[in-house]
Every structure is written in structure tokens, then in C-alpha cells.
């Protein structure tokens, strides 16, 4: 029954209502199931437990963002959601398949800025991922222009990254990251680098295009503030070992405006989570 | 500065030192027998490019250039590569090519002499014992300097070794390479060239040593501006090509 609707879900995936539906009839309906990862390191020391038993599911069409203090191990565990690095112990699974490797059609991933190809325009960035693909030119460049259209960089497709600012870059990163149309879409502190004023209206952006597609969102952040502003559930980490202390569902409805940020109840939810990350780093 | 303005002025001060030397030979400032004027020179310089003679000499010589630089090309690369990618065998030698390319190798000459004889592979071999160390140690710095941010995201977007050094290292690597082949061009040319004067039969640096020792000055000046005319134009052409695929580095 569940291999026969996720193969359903995933050919339909135009069919917006239709897979809200299916949804209701899947016994799992979760994107991706971490399943007791541990990670372990050696340094002078000894060995490190940057990531002890962590266990959790993200449902389908989520927005989950992952914030803890340094150490805690959040960009590691994107990093294993990745494929791009292998658990001690334990695995993640996407759908029932163990992810070993990366797999771009199922799992993309939203770096920070720097980590465009310097040598390649904005338009030829974007398509870089659909090219090593395999996608035609004329296919996978009509993708990448209408992605750069909506983040409102319909005039920059020929700028080499120098040519452009910091948080134009970053429209470039998440412009690359939709454009591979994934399943889940992963994000590592995509916008630590950027002015707060910058920060603020990608934020916007980044939730008025993620309302059109609904993918799931795996967001690491450092900001509170912006994971609260963001997310459906925020899943609160700490370190030494790293490891999930709670999970804190976000009751702000959608869509969300900045003006929300004054109000009580944003207020609440940002200092419960940091009453969190403080009370157990005096421990 | 405009560029015009620019390219003006430095015009002006080539011309300028052309000037001086012709009117300190006119004014009986210096003997023509030891600075002949520079009219002399381009005039003997015109007619060594079309005496059989000579023509035959500067082909030795670059064949000679061109056939270390095709082999020491892709030599230098790939240990550079290995060095640069490999921690156990990096560590182990690269202190020695280092210190090599800190060496002046012209005083190794007697050695290759004795080992190869005066011909024509010895000079080769000369040529890429002085090109290769720089162009090691150049690959090596353009290995290391590739952010692994960019094999990072590369990989997730899933790409297989081979495109990550298709699409990453090999554009990311190249101009840093290249700055290495140029300098390791200008030290090959050199190299042959100190050879020839050395101990040959034949070449440009024969032909020049040759004319030093028989006080044929004006011959030897016209070969020094063949000699620098050569290098120049390599120098240039790698020089541009560098700036074009590296017009990304800002």
C-alpha cells in the first residue's frame, strides 16, 4: 500500500490536491525518517560524540528548522540528510531507503552564497545542477531563467557572482536549490552572511515562492528569531553530545507577515527555545 | 590615468632610450666598436632572419624550447596534482621541491653535460629541469587553493568524481597553472639558451656566445633582441590567455 501511493505522490507532483489527499491516506506520511544517528569523531582528546542517538521524522511538506549552539551538531546531520556524510551509526531514510549518497532528485541542498562557481553566470549557476544531470540546454535553461525571474534577477541572468551583492548571491544559491526540484530541500544557515535588513526580506522570498511548491524544509539557523519567523516546528538541539532536547511546534499562521514579530505570542515561542538552549548549556 | 595617455608615455620611454643610445653613438660619446647604433642592429637583425645560417640555428633553439615545454607540461602537472591531493606523499616531498625552486639550477649544468653530452636532449633536459620545479609548485598551490565548498556542493548535486574535476578543479586550477607555465616558459627559454652558450654547436645562444667571443657586437646585440623578442611574445600569449580564463578572479 505505502510503495504504491509514494509512487503515486511522486508522479503527480503537479497535482497539488490530489497528493494533499493522498497524504491523509499514506500510514507514513513522513519525507524523511532520522533513525537513531549517532557521529562520532576522533580528535587529540579522544573520541567526540558529535551527534549521540538522534531520532526523529519530518513530515511531508513541512518547514523545519534546526537551531542549537555550535557543536551540536546540526550542520552534520544536514550534512548526513545530504548524503554527503556517513552516520556512525544509525541511518536516515527517505521514504524506506536508506539515503548512502547524494541523491539531488530526491534531497537538494541550499548553500551559502560562496559556494557559487565564481567562473559561471548567474543563469549557468542555477542550470549547473540539471546540466551534470543531463538536461538539454534549451530544457534546463528555460528552468533556470524562470527561477531566476522569481527571486527577481530576471536582469542579472549574465552576472558573474563578483558582479552581484551578497544577498543577490544568496537569490542565485536558492534559485539553484528549486530549480533541481526536489523533494526536501535542505538549507545550511543559507543566509548567516547577509545584512539583518537583507536577511529579513529573503526571508519573505524564500516563503512566498517555498507556498507555490510546498516542499519539505530542513532549515539549520542560528537565528532564532529567523527560525521562529520561518518555520512549522522548530527541533531545538544541544551539544557535547549532540543531541534533539525538544521539539516545539510554531501555531503562527501562514502566511506569515513581519508584523508578527511583535506580537506575544512570537515573543513566547522565541524565549521558550532560548530558555532551552540556555538552561542546558549551564547544566 | 587613461590607457592612451598610458600607453603613450610608455611608448615614449622605449623610443626615448632608442634615442639616447643612437645620439651617444652619433655625438662620439661611446666607441661604435663596443655599442654599435641601433640602426646597425635592426639592420643585422633583419638579415640574420633571412640567412639560412642563422634561421637554422634559432629553429634548434626552438625546437629545443618547444619540445621541453610539450613534456615538461604534463609531467609537472600531474606530480603537482599527486603532491597537491595526496597528504602522505605531499608532506614527504614537497619540502624538497620547494627548496628546488629556490635553487639558481643554472650551476646543475656541468652535470647534464656530463650525464647527456652537448646535443640536442641535453638541452631539453636542461630546459625542463629549470621549467619543472615552478610549475609543480604552482599546480600544487592551485590544487590546494580550490574551496571545498565548491566539490562540497558539486557532489550534492550529485556529480560523479569525473565531472567534479571536469566542472570544479580543472576551471577553478587553470589560471593558477598557467601562471606557473609562464614563469616555467621564461625559465626553460632561459635554460636552453644558458646551455647553448655553455657548451653547443649549434642554437641561439651558440650564435650569441660565438659573436661575444669574436667581438661581432653588433651581431651579438641583434641576437639578444631576437632572444628577448622571443621571450616577450611567449610571455604575452600566456599572459593573455591567463587573464581570459581568469577574468573570474576579479
Known amino acids: 500500500m505505502t510503495t504504491i501511493v509514494s509512487d503515486l505522490n511522486h508522479d503527480s507532483k503537479s497535482a497539488m490536491n ?142 558573474r557572482p563578483h558582479e552581484l551583492s551578497g544577498g543577490m548571491k544568496q537569490r542565485v544559491a536558492i534559485a539553484r536549490g528549486f530549480c533541481q526540484n526536489p523533494r526536501v ?54 551539544a557535547r553530545p549532540g543531541r534533539v532536547i525538544r521539539r516545539i511546534e510554531i501555531d503562527l499562521p501562514r502566511p506569515r507577515t513581519y508584523k508578527m514579530m511583535a506580537t506575544a505570542r512570537f515573543g513566547e515561542l522565541r524565549d521558550e527555545i532560548w530558555e532551552l538552549i540556555r538552561n542546558v548549556e549551564h547544566v | ?40 642592429v635592426l639592420v643585422r637583425m633583419v638579415r640574420l632572419l633571412g640567412d639560412a645560417s642563422a634561421l637554422h640555428h634559432l629553429g634548434v633553439t626552438l625546437a629545443e624550447v618547444m619540445l621541453a615545454v610539450v613534456l615538461v607540461t604534463p609531467i609537472g602537472i600531474a606530480l603537482g596534482l599527486f603532491l597537491g591531493e595526496n597528504k602522505f606523499w605531499g608532506a614527504a616531498f614537497r619540502p624538497l621541491f620547494y627548496f628546488m625552486s629556490s635553487v639558481p639550477k643554472s650551476v646543475f649544468l656541468p652535470i647534464f653535460i656530463l650525464a647527456l653530452g652537448m646535443g640536442f636532449s641535453q638541452k631539453v633536459v ?4 629549470q621549467a619543472i620545479f615552478v610549475l609543480i609548485v604552482a599546480t600544487i598551490a592551485a590544487a590546494q587553493s580550490v574551496p571545498a565548498d565548491w566539490i562540497r556542493t558539486t557532489r550534492s548535486f550529485g556529480a560523479t568524481r569525473a565531472q567534479v574535476y571536469r566542472h570544479v578543479y580543472l576551471p577553478a586550477m587553470l589560471p593558477l597553472i598557467l601562471e606557473g607555465l609562464r614563469l616555467g616558459m621564461i625559465f626553460n627559454i632561459t635554460g636552453v639558451l644558458f646551455a647553448e652558450m655553455y657548451a653547443s654547436r649549434a642554437g641561439l645562444g651558440f650564435l650569441i656566445a660565438n659573436w661575444g667571443m669574436n667581438f661581432d657586437i653588433t651581431s651579438l646585440l641583434a641576437g639578444i633582441v631576437l632572444a628577448s623578442l622571443l621571450s616577450i611574445l611567449v610571455n604575452e600569449t600566456l599572459r593573455w590567455y591567463e587573464h581570459r580564463v581568469g577574468a573570474w578572479r576579479g
Open chain 2, 126 to 129: 636542461f630546459g625542463m629541469f
Open chain 1, 185 to 238: 530541500l535542505l538549507m545550511d544557515e543559507p543566509f548567516a552572511a547577509l545584512d539583518e535588513q537583507t536577511r529579513l526580506s529573503l526571508g519573505d522570498e524564500l516563503l512566498s515562492i517555498w507556498e507555490q511548491h510546498r516542499k519539505t524544509v530542513v532549515f539549520v539557523t542560528h537565528s532564532l528569531t529567523e527560525a521562529v519567523y520561518l518555520c512549522d516546528e522548530v527541533v531545538v538541539m544541544a
Open chain 2, 1 to 40: 590615468m587613461n590607457p592612451w595617455a598610458r600607453r603613450s608615455i610608455q611608448g615614449a620611454i622605449v623610443a626615448g632610450f632608442v634615442a639616447v643610445w643612437q645620439a651617444s653613438v652619433t655625438a662620439g660619446w661611446v666607441d661604435p666598436m663596443l655599442l654599435p647604433p641601433p640602426a646597425d
Open chain 1, 18 to 159: 490530489m497528493s494533499d489527499s493522498i497524504n491523509t491516506l499514506r500510514h507514513d506520511s513522513a519525507a524523511l525518517h532520522i533513525d537513531g544517528v549517532s557521529q562520532t569523531y576522533q580528535s587529540k582528546s579522544g573520541s567526540v560524540h558529535a551527534l549521540d542517538d538522534v531520532s526523529f521524522s519530518i513530515d511531508n511538506g513541512k518547514f523545519i528548522g534546526l537551531v542549537g549552539p555550535s557543536g551540536c551538531g546540526k550542520s552534520s546531520l544536514l550534512m548526513m540528510m545530504a548524503g554527503l556524510l556517513e552516520p556512525s551509526s544509525g541511518c536516515i531514510r527517505v521514504g524506506q531507503r536508506p539515503i548512502k549518497k547524494p541523491e539531488p532528485e530526491e534531497i537538494g541542498v541550499v548553500f551559502q552564497e560562496s559556494s557559487l562557481l565564481p567562473w559561471k553566470t548567474a543563469l549557468e549557476n542555477v542550470e549547473f545542477p540539471l546540466e551534470l544531470r543531463g538536461v538539454d540546454v534549451s530544457t534546463r535553461r528555460a528552468l533556470a531563467s524562470e527561477m531566476l525571474t522569481r527571486v527577481g534577477l530576471r536582469d542579472f541572468l549574465d552576472r
